[in-house]
């Protein structure tokens, strides 16, 4: 059983900035593919960013230059460091991680840009 908690969002301003986290939690024996997802109302669930295992990113265009995932391995935790947000930006975030195969989700963080 895999738990992920995520946590960090909030309101904010345009132009601010929010940093979200995700712990992975229980039986974990070895976590691959670790990203970011997002889905605002009436829209489908888009990828935000992810990483691999080996420190690898990959980024939706409507994010690069402005956020940055990370993770640190011994904490079982990804990052996603969100600067210079926009209205549009205003979505549920979801973490996902990929364990022998297998993706697990959070339950979503919510986060709203205001202008």
């Known amino acids: 059983q895999v738990q992920l908690v995520e946590s960090g969002g909030g309101l904010v301003q345009a132009g601010g900035s929010l940093r979200l986290s995700c712990l992975a939690s229980?039986?974990?024996?070895?976590?691959?593919?670790m990203g970011w997802y997002r889905q605002a109302p009436g829209n489908e669930r888009e990828l935000v960013a992810d990483?691999?295992?080996?420190?690898?990113?990959n980024y939706a265009n409507s994010v690069k230059g402005r956020f940055t995932i990370s993770r640190d391995n011994a904490k079982n935790t990804v990052y996603l460091q969100m600067n210079s947000l926009k209205v549009e930006d205003t979505a549920v975030y979801y973490c996902?991680?990929?364990?022998?195969?297998?993706?697990?989700w959070g339950q979503g963080t919510q986060v709203t840009v205001s202008s």
């Open positions: 996902k991680v990929v364990i022998i195969g297998y993706g697990y």
């Open positions: 229980g039986t974990i024996f070895s976590i691959s593919a």
């Open positions: 990483i691999t295992s080996g420190g690898s990113t």
